[in-house]
């Protein structure tokens, strides 16, 4: 399963934003570091498609994909060394396949700032600095490595000796090393290092109940961060958003909708994690359910079919696709057929998002 991970500074809304987010009980208070070991949740994907097709199918089970969000303790300055159990924190964060950022974009005297006044592009690059930090003392312990390993005089040693360099003077230059341009092999020396600041990140600005639009000028602050970056935005209010997530569907689209939202802030914030782990979706309808699955993209036919069982990666043969639009205007798969919507693909077919997929294979 798919992780993302809530960071950013002590009392900023985390911990109410993972609240709503899972309809979790994660400790909220008006203190640093009330979270210390990690809350965990799994969230349903919001999918329209798949509502759809337990209109037209009527399964006894409809199964979303899911994403797991964890809460973890706000970082402080001199995180890196250990401050307010930084390492500790940090560690968590390494374990995620992305970030959300959040980000207090709200007045409340009866809310403390760990800084004494409200500055969200300041308290980004509190937080990022620490992550630039870590990832800096990262690639300094694998140069010592590797440094030993050169005077063996094989050329992959020297090779990734100087892609060391080059990450770390670009660290050095105070950029995340998610918006450098980077080789095939530097990209997979990246990826074995686990670096923070490679991670795909949304920063969500938390606004005041009064201001789901984001108007507050610091938003627009948060936007410019995220520009610069090439990471998105998301607007909500943790306080509204919690509330909403205690009302029934219906009660909680009229909510919606009273606010003059077309849908809730939580439901933007898990697409847009989707978004930024460029996962999509297929689904399967196999007896009584109809599930969504989430892959990433260019993910081939036998590894999707791996993500139902491994039995079925092992002994895959074919796949057999009708895309979700051609299925729905068909009224079923027998009517699909009929028209020859149905496409056989072998073991080179790449899954593409919508796809509804007939996995067959060899026990």
């Known amino acids: 399963m798919y992780k993302t991970g809530l960071i950013g500074l002590p009392n900023v809304g985390k911990s109410t934003l993972f609240n709503a987010l899972t309809k979790g009980r ?50 402080v300055a001199g995180a890196h060394r250990g401050e307010g159990l930084g390492n500790q924190f940090l560690g968590h964060i390494r374990e995620v396949d992305a970030v959300i950022h959040v980000v207090r974009c709200f007045d409340d005297p009866n809310v403390t700032h760990v800084s004494g ?93 009064s201001d789901v639009g984001g108007q507050d000028p610091r938003v627009g602050r948060v936007r410019a961060v995220a520009e610069r970056s090439g990471a998105s935005v998301v607007v909500f209010s943790a306080a509204l958003e919690a509330e909403i997530a205690e009302l029934d569907p219906e009660e909680a689209q009229s909510f919606v909708e009273e606010l003059g939202l077309d849908e809730p802030g939580l439901h933007k914030m898990i697409r847009a994690a989707y978004e930024q782990l460029d996962l999509i979706t297929f689904y399967t309808i196999k007896g009584p359910e109809t599930r969504a699955w989430a892959v990433p993209r260019g993910t081939p036919a036998p590894k999707g079919a791996g993500r139902i069982h491994e039995d079925m990666e092992r002994g895959f043969i074919r796949a057999e696709v009708v895309r979700f639009d051609d299925l729905v205007s068909s009224g079923s798969m027998a009517a699909a057929r009929e028209k020859g919507l149905v496409r056989l693909e072998g073991k080179d077919y790449l899954l593409e998002d919508g796809d509804v997929v007939t996995f067959r294979f060899n026990v």
């Open 26 to 75: 994660a400790q909220v208070a008006n203190y640093p570091f009330c979270t210390i070991d990690p809350n965990v949740g799994v969230v349903n994907v919001p999918d329209e498609r798949l509502a759809r097709l337990a209109d037209l199918l009527k399964p006894e089970k409809l199964t979303h994909a899911t994403l797991e969000f964890i809460d973890i303790a706000g970082l």
């Open 117 to 209: 006044e409200i500055d969200p592009a300041r308290d980004i690059e509190v937080v990022e600095t620490e992550l630039m930090l870590k990832d800096q003392e990262t690639i300094e312990n694998r140069m010592a490595k590797t440094e030993r390993m050169v005077k063996t005089g094989e050329r992959r040693y020297a090779q990734e000796m100087e892609a060391l360099k080059k990450i770390a003077a670009f660290l050095d230059s105070g950029r995340l090393v998610r918006s450098g341009s980077w080789s095939e092999d530097e990209q997979a020396l990246i990826r074995s290092l686990f670096l923070l600041t490679d991670k795909p990140v949304i920063y969500a600005a938390n606004v005041a109940e």
